[in-house]
């Protein structure tokens, strides 16, 4: 039932059902996957995965995990791990690249790297963990367990310049339903995080020197 309220001359309808926010409005997770391809120019191997920061603070994403999810069994194994010590500025994005035989061949570094290819074909997917091994974000081919909602066709990347990419305002929509937040990009554009990312070098060590005492007033 709904009830009319009166203030200031104003009328407010208060409806006594939860509102419901439509799915492309959907706020997006903190740090989301925002573009990725599994094969490129180059073949299967020329792949990148892009995490985007979309809130207004930095985020540490220390011995966060890049993990793919087997083509057979749609199983996740650790492709590359972020680096102790890591930040991911606000709005910053940080980019995974395969640097194997015909790897990655975008001009855009990245800014960690593995070796061991992600599958587009089956219950092929990837994800991002946490330091703790919880799940980030999620995108999986079709028929993938780790995929979100309806998953995407892997396999319409071929050997050319494209990615999917998430919709949305600064990587903004998250619907949790991979076939609507992302659309196929006809040029691959990824970004990375370079020298913002970079882990603060350790201490330097103290002089040498005779190093007083504390206790001792002198």
């Given amino acids: 039932m709904s009830r009319t309220?009166?203030?200031?001359?104003?009328?407010?309808?208060?409806?006594?059902?939860?509102?419901?926010?439509?799915?492309?409005?959907a706020a997006a997770a903190p740090v989301v996957i925002s573009e990725f391809r599994t094969q490129g120019p180059q073949g299967g191997n020329d792949e990148f995965v892009e995490i985007r920061?979309?809130?207004?603070?930095?985020?540490?994403?220390?011995?966060?995990?890049?993990?793919?999810?087997?083509?057979?069994?749609?199983?996740?194994?650790?492709?590359?791990?972020?680096?102790?010590?890591?930040?991911?500025?606000?709005?910053?994005?940080?980019?995974?690249?395969?640097?194997?035989?015909?790897?990655?061949?975008?001009?855009?570094?990245?800014?960690?790297?593995?070796?061991?290819?992600?599958?587009?074909?089956?219950?092929s997917g990837l994800r991002i963990e946490n330091g703790s091994?919880?799940?980030?974000?999620?995108?999986?081919?079709?028929?993938s367990p780790c995929r979100e909602g309806t998953g995407l066709n892997f396999g319409a990347f071929g050997n050319v310049n494209q990615s999917y990419e998430r919709l949305g305002a600064s990587a903004g929509q998250d619907t949790d339903n991979n076939s609507a937040?992302?659309?196929?990009?006809?040029?691959?554009?990824p970004q990375n995080c370079g020298t913002a990312c970079a882990a603060p070098p350790p201490p330097c060590?103290?002089?040498?020197?005779?190093?007083?005492?504390p206790r001792d007033p002198g």
Avoid: E, Q
């Fill in 133 to 143: 091994g919880g799940v980030v974000d999620t995108v999986g081919h079709s028929a």
């Fill in 53 to 123: 920061n979309t809130t207004s603070s930095s985020i540490d994403i220390s011995n966060w995990r890049l993990a793919g999810c087997a083509s057979t069994s749609g199983n996740p194994s650790t492709r590359a791990t972020v680096g102790a010590g890591t930040t991911l500025p606000a709005g910053a994005s940080f980019l995974f690249v395969n640097t194997a035989a015909s790897g990655y061949s975008g001009t855009v570094p990245g800014d960690a790297t593995y070796t061991t290819g992600i599958a587009n074909s089956g219950n």
């Fill in 181 to 189: 937040d992302f659309a196929l990009r006809t040029t691959a554009d």
């Fill in 5 to 25: 309220v009166r203030r200031g001359g104003l009328i407010a309808l208060a409806a006594a059902v939860p509102l419901l926010i439509a799915p492309s409005m």
């Fill in 205 to 213: 060590p103290a002089p040498p020197g005779d190093h007083a005492d």
